[in-house]
């Protein structure tokens, strides 16, 4: 019983996983390039929703949406001034940028907003309902509600609008989507805004669940590298799946062997997956 | 093409002869400034092998550095094994895992082998994290006391890794003088085309990733004797990888003596930094790695190289150079 | 015996056959021709001998030992050179250390040490006519160069067998006869040629012997005026008017 509970607890939390590992998988699929700052963007997020929600009493739910305007805003000027620059270089280049991204992000939020934790408390954070004898507190099970339609709004933006479909192009040819009159600039802006969103709708959510700091990004990051590789990067249910593994996975481990060796087994699987199939699970050459 | 000259020769050994007695007449905190600097400069250089000669860029030395550190530690606390001798097993360790390793890794290329360098150092980190009993987990490791006072323990450690620095740097010297040295630069340059015109790559990819480990796992052996404790957060940290990687873009990447001066400028920057707005150091840093990649990712060897025709628009070139 | 020889020499990549069955040889000292139209399998061929593609049947041999399922560094060590069709320097390395590779690890694999080495890729730059750049960044060079550059690499490495691809495409006619008789001189060393050229009075003049590739099979093999005359040849690749041009004389 217990463990079903936890296993449940770890599905919840497994949609904001494949949320975040969604919106990195999203940039690297596309624009090929590595974000080692998305966990900063994560925590870009989280923090807006916990100034929006505690300077102007709007319930943490109703942030949600303005962070991820807000964190939409912030990736595509990132993109447009800095990431840009770097789109044709070598791996190496755009991860040691991105690394370098990274360190600014998280050290101008220390500096400004030290390293305490903060929390968001709202009248209803402790109410929960119960389906049979197991415990669904609300926040959770909207937040899981949430990351599931978002998912599904992203897979239909992908491949049912023509934006959607002028990312795909870029994804598969460059030159012919060019040829072909995609503005390429905009939809690399466009792509790397709707990522650093997805972070930040997520930070939003974890916000809400649970207390935050500025470093609370990095672990996002490996997070994401594992869930992009193991589903596969050009497709919208690998990170889906895989965050919710994760999340189960991640409870399930806590509760069996302890919180260590997580780390461990999802590095390892990690470095296998590369050597022997880096097209992951479920990935594809595209969308 | 294989002496230097007897001008060069004199050079140097009027610098080293400097840097010898240097520390007798400063400050104990800028010989420890010093050591840090003649330890990046190992890692920097060493790393330089695999990622500058060879084009393997690896964000995963770290590795080697931390197995380094814990070999020596574990050696010389539980089998009271000698410093020297302890060094020369974190070598041979270094050195060990980097073959095994290498074999499969060295298969992948960019993107991959950036995330599987990483992945690798990170599940050392984990391991050694949940290791308890004789490496201590994640409360660490204490060495025994180094001998002498103060002062007397700074030096020692100074000169030994000015000595790692000077190693490292013949090594390197003569790495890019013999054939494996040119093997490695076609590796680099045009891989398939190395293998046509008869390079065994990968021998060479190996040879070159094992010694890159090799004097990163002495210094790291050296860095937990100096320190006195050690955790696996601290020596198989991501930073430590990353610094190796932007000292070299700095300085420049692929070049004998960029290593050097980007460990140098690194290193110099990090302690006014720290002591000086220890709150913004990460924060700067991070800007000066943005504006290093974007503006001279072939590091200041080159800036020094086009000084005569140098303006403005070198910078904006390379800015513009990899956009969409 | 021939130097190389191939058998049913088979290469598909999935479903497209570039290569079908090809039977060839390749007899010591000779200047072997190989023409065809774009996409009939030429360059695979060197692909294959050179063992940078594995071959999906048949065999390959080169002295009589089979050489299809080596490494493309064996094949190298073997004696065995090629040029690229759209030329590969090492572009951070000077001309020289581009000509040094070939000498330090083709044929006398690490036999001859760096300084040896040296000596051996000056005598080749010579040889090509390239002495005065040999500083030059490879990057700086210009296109007929280039050219030279990488026949020096594949020359550097002391071949028993040559095989060039498109050698002399994009260069202009009087350094076509240059590079003519280069080949011509290399050939005169001992070295076994193998020429791919789209130059057609080119590899006419050049060849002893021409084989001709269609789709990946061989069509037509023989004495160079033999294959110019050749109604396949000249439905499938030279057409009517190319092959009355250079009909001999004593035809008419």
Same mark, same amino acid.
């Given at each position: 019983?217990?463990?079903?509970?936890?296993?449940?607890?770890?599905?919840?939390?497994?949609?904001?996983?494949?949320?975040?590992?969604?919106?990195?998988?999203?940039?690297?699929?596309?624009?090929?390039?590595?974000?080692?700052?998305?966990?900063?963007?994560?925590?870009?997020?989280?923090?807006?929703?916990?100034?929006?929600?505690?300077?102007?009493?709007?319930?943490?739910?109703?942030?949600?949406?303005?962070?991820?305007?807000?964190?939409?805003?912030?990736?595509?000027?990132?993109?447009?001034?800095?990431?840009?620059?770097?789109?044709?270089?070598?791996?190496?280049?755009?991860?040691?940028?991105?690394?370098?991204?990274?360190?600014?992000?998280?050290?101008?939020?220390?500096?400004?907003?030290?390293?305490?934790?903060?929390?968001?408390?709202?009248?209803?954070?402790?109410?929960?309902?119960?389906?049979?004898?197991?415990?669904?507190?609300?926040?959770?099970?909207?937040?899981?509600?949430?990351?599931?339609?978002?998912?599904?709004?992203?897979?239909?933006?992908?491949?049912?609008?023509?934006?959607?479909?002028?990312?795909?192009?870029?994804?598969?040819?460059?030159?012919?989507?060019?040829?072909?009159?995609?503005?390429?600039?905009?939809?690399?802006?466009?792509?790397?805004?709707?990522?650093?969103?997805?972070?930040?709708?997520?930070?939003?959510?974890?916000?809400?669940?649970?207390?935050?700091?500025?470093?609370?990004?990095?672990?996002?990051?490996?997070?994401?590298?594992?869930?992009?590789?193991?589903?596969?990067?050009?497709?919208?249910?690998?990170?889906?799946?895989?965050?919710?593994?994760?999340?189960?996975?991640?409870?399930?481990?806590?509760?069996?062997?302890?919180?260590?060796?997580?780390?461990?087994?999802?590095?390892?699987?990690?470095?296998?997956?590369?050597?022997?199939?880096?097209?992951?699970?479920?990935?594809?050459?595209?969308? | 093409?294989?002496?230097?000259?007897?001008?060069?020769?004199?050079?140097?050994?009027?610098?080293?002869?400097?840097?010898?007695?240097?520390?007798?007449?400063?400050?104990?905190?800028?010989?420890?400034?010093?050591?840090?600097?003649?330890?990046?400069?190992?890692?920097?250089?060493?790393?330089?092998?695999?990622?500058?000669?060879?084009?393997?860029?690896?964000?995963?030395?770290?590795?080697?550095?931390?197995?380094?550190?814990?070999?020596?530690?574990?050696?010389?606390?539980?089998?009271?094994?000698?410093?020297?001798?302890?060094?020369?097993?974190?070598?041979?360790?270094?050195?060990?895992?980097?073959?095994?390793?290498?074999?499969?890794?060295?298969?992948?290329?960019?993107?991959?082998?950036?995330?599987?360098?990483?992945?690798?150092?990170?599940?050392?980190?984990?391991?050694?994290?949940?290791?308890?009993?004789?490496?201590?987990?994640?409360?660490?490791?204490?060495?025994?006391?180094?001998?002498?006072?103060?002062?007397?323990?700074?030096?020692?450690?100074?000169?030994?890794?000015?000595?790692?620095?000077?190693?490292?740097?013949?090594?390197?010297?003569?790495?890019?003088?013999?054939?494996?040295?040119?093997?490695?630069?076609?590796?680099?340059?045009?891989?398939?085309?190395?293998?046509?015109?008869?390079?065994?790559?990968?021998?060479?990819?190996?040879?070159?990733?094992?010694?890159?480990?090799?004097?990163?796992?002495?210094?790291?052996?050296?860095?937990?004797?100096?320190?006195?404790?050690?955790?696996?957060?601290?020596?198989?940290?991501?930073?430590?990888?990353?610094?190796?990687?932007?000292?070299?873009?700095?300085?420049?990447?692929?070049?004998?003596?960029?290593?050097?001066?980007?460990?140098?400028?690194?290193?110099?920057?990090?302690?006014?930094?720290?002591?000086?707005?220890?709150?913004?150091?990460?924060?700067?840093?991070?800007?000066?790695?943005?504006?290093?990649?974007?503006?001279?990712?072939?590091?200041?060897?080159?800036?020094?190289?086009?000084?005569?025709?140098?303006?403005?628009?070198?910078?904006?070139?390379?800015?513009?150079?990899?956009?969409? | 015996?021939?130097?190389?020889?191939?058998?049913?020499?088979?290469?598909?990549?999935?479903?497209?056959?570039?290569?079908?069955?090809?039977?060839?040889?390749?007899?010591?000292?000779?200047?072997?021709?190989?023409?065809?139209?774009?996409?009939?399998?030429?360059?695979?061929?060197?692909?294959?001998?050179?063992?940078?593609?594995?071959?999906?049947?048949? $065999? &390959?041999?080169?002295?009589?030992?089979? #050489?299809?399922?080596?490494?493309?560094?064996? *094949?190298?060590? !073997?004696? @065995?050179?090629?040029?690229?069709?759209?030329?590969?320097?090492?572009?951070?390395?000077?001309?020289?250390?581009?000509?040094?590779?070939?000498?330090?690890?083709?044929?006398?694999?690490?036999?001859?040490?760096?300084?040896?080495?040296?000596?051996?890729?000056?005598?080749?730059?010579?040889?090509?006519?390239?002495?005065?750049?040999?500083?030059?960044?490879?990057?700086?060079?210009?296109?007929?160069?280039?050219?030279?550059?990488?026949?020096?690499?594949?020359?550097?490495?002391?071949?028993?067998?040559?095989?060039?691809?498109?050698?002399?495409?994009?260069?202009?006619?009087? $350094? &076509?006869?240059?590079?003519?008789?280069? #080949?011509?001189?290399?050939?005169?060393?001992? *070295?076994?040629? !193998?020429? @791919?050229?789209?130059?057609?009075?080119?590899?006419?003049?050049?060849?002893?012997?021409?084989?001709?590739?269609?789709?990946?099979?061989?069509?037509?093999?023989?004495?160079?005026?033999?294959?110019?005359?050749?109604?396949?040849?000249?439905?499938?690749?030279?057409?009517?008017?190319?092959?009355?041009?250079?009909?001999?004389?004593?035809?008419?």
């Amino acid at each position: 019983m217990v463990f079903v509970q936890i296993l449940l607890d770890g599905l919840l939390l497994g949609g904001v996983y494949a949320v975040i590992a969604l919106g990195f998988s999203l940039v690297w699929g596309i624009m090929n390039i590595i974000n080692v700052s998305h966990g900063a963007f994560v925590m870009l997020g989280a923090y807006a929703t916990y100034w929006i929600t505690t300077s102007s009493g709007l319930d943490p739910f109703m942030a949600l949406p303005i962070t991820m305007l807000i964190m939409f805003i912030v990736g595509g000027i990132v993109q447009r001034f800095i990431i840009n620059y770097v789109i044709r270089a070598p791996a190496y280049i755009t991860i040691t940028l991105t690394f370098g991204l990274e360190l600014l992000i998280v050290n101008l939020a220390l500096g400004a907003w030290t390293a305490n934790f903060r929390s968001i408390t709202v009248s209803y954070s402790g109410a929960r309902f119960f389906v049979g004898p197991f415990l669904f507190p609300y926040t959770r099970f909207f937040i899981f509600v949430s990351a599931l339609v978002l998912t599904g709004l992203m897979h239909l933006f992908i491949t049912r609008t023509k934006t959607g479909a002028a990312i795909r192009a870029t994804r598969m040819d460059l030159e012919s989507a060019r040829l072909n009159g995609v503005n390429v600039r905009r939809i690399y802006i466009i792509t790397f805004g709707v990522g650093a969103a997805l972070a930040g709708v997520a930070g939003g959510m974890i916000a809400i669940t649970y207390p935050i700091s500025p470093q609370m990004g990095f672990s996002y990051l490996a997070m994401s590298f594992i869930i992009a590789v193991l589903g596969g990067l050009g497709s919208m249910a690998g990170p889906l799946i895989g965050g919710l593994i994760f999340g189960l996975i991640e409870a399930l481990g806590s509760f069996l062997i302890g919180t260590g060796f997580k780390g461990i087994i999802a590095f390892t699987l990690l470095v296998i997956i590369l050597l022997v199939r880096p097209s992951g699970i479920l990935g594809r050459e595209y969308y | 093409m294989t002496r230097i000259s007897v001008g060069k020769s004199i050079f140097f050994l009027i610098v080293i002869c400097l840097l010898g007695v240097f520390p007798l007449g400063v400050g104990v905190s800028i010989i420890r400034l010093l050591t840090s600097i003649f330890m990046y400069t190992v890692l920097s250089q060493s790393w330089n092998i695999i990622g500058g000669y060879t084009g393997y860029i690896s964000f995963g030395n770290a590795l080697f550095f931390g197995l380094g550190a814990y070999t020596t530690g574990v050696l010389m606390l539980h089998l009271h094994t000698p410093f020297v001798l302890s060094l020369l097993a974190s070598a041979a360790v270094a050195f060990g895992v980097a073959f095994l390793i290498g074999i499969p890794i060295l298969r992948l290329k960019g993107h991959y082998l950036a995330v599987a360098t990483f992945g690798v150092a990170e599940a050392m980190r984990e391991v050694f994290n949940n290791l308890r009993g004789f490496s201590g987990g994640g409360e660490g490791l204490s060495f025994p006391l180094p001998p002498g006072d103060i002062r007397m323990v700074s030096y020692q450690f100074y000169y030994l890794m000015l000595l790692a620095a000077i190693l490292t740097m013949i090594m390197a010297y003569h790495v890019t003088r013999r054939p494996a040295g040119y093997a490695m630069a076609a590796i680099r340059d045009d891989e398939d085309v190395a293998n046509v015109m008869g390079i065994h790559t990968t021998k060479y990819k190996i040879l070159a990733f094992c010694l890159s480990a090799l004097f990163t796992g002495v210094v790291g052996g050296i860095f937990g004797y100096w320190v006195t404790f050690i955790e696996p957060n601290n020596v198989f940290s991501i930073q430590i990888s990353v610094m190796m990687v932007i000292m070299v873009l700095l300085g420049g990447i692929g070049t004998l003596w960029g290593p050097v001066i980007g460990a140098f400028i690194l290193e110099i920057l990090s302690d006014l930094l720290i002591s000086r707005v220890v709150e913004y150091h990460g924060a700067v840093l991070g800007f000066i790695i943005i504006v290093v990649v974007l503006a001279a990712p072939r590091g200041i060897m080159e800036i020094i190289k086009e000084r005569k025709k140098l303006s403005f628009s070198y910078f904006l070139e390379n800015i513009r150079k990899y956009q969409a | 015996m021939a130097i190389l020889q191939g058998n049913k020499v088979t290469k598909n990549f999935g479903g497209l056959y570039a290569l079908s069955n090809v039977d060839f040889e390749i007899r010591p000292g000779e200047i072997l021709g190989l023409i065809g139209p774009n996409g009939s399998g030429k360059t695979t061929l060197i692909n294959v001998i050179s063992g940078f593609y594995p071959i999906s049947s048949g $065999e &390959i041999l080169f002295k009589g030992y089979p #050489i299809h399922s080596l490494k493309p560094y064996r *094949v190298a060590n !073997l004696g @065995i050179a090629r040029t690229f069709q759209v030329v590969r320097p090492f572009v951070q390395l000077r001309v020289i250390e581009n000509v040094l590779v070939g000498a330090l690890f083709g044929k006398n694999n690490l036999q001859a040490g760096v300084k040896e080495s040296f000596r051996r890729a000056r005598q080749v730059l010579d040889l090509v006519g390239l002495s005065d750049k040999m500083d030059f960044p490879s990057g700086s060079l210009t296109l007929a160069d280039r050219k030279k550059l990488e026949l020096a690499k594949a020359l550097a490495m002391e071949p028993e067998l040559l095989l060039l691809d498109e050698v002399m495409a994009g260069l202009t006619f009087k $350094e &076509i006869e240059e590079t003519m008789d280069l #080949i011509r001189r290399i050939n005169a060393t001992g *070295v076994t040629i !193998l020429v @791919i050229e789209h130059v057609i009075h080119a590899v006419l003049n050049l060849s002893h012997r021409i084989f001709v590739l269609h789709h990946g099979e061989k069509i037509a093999e023989g004495l160079p005026h033999e294959i110019v005359r050749s109604a396949r040849v000249i439905e499938a690749y030279l057409g009517k008017e190319y092959a009355k041009a250079y009909q001999e004389p004593s035809d008419a």
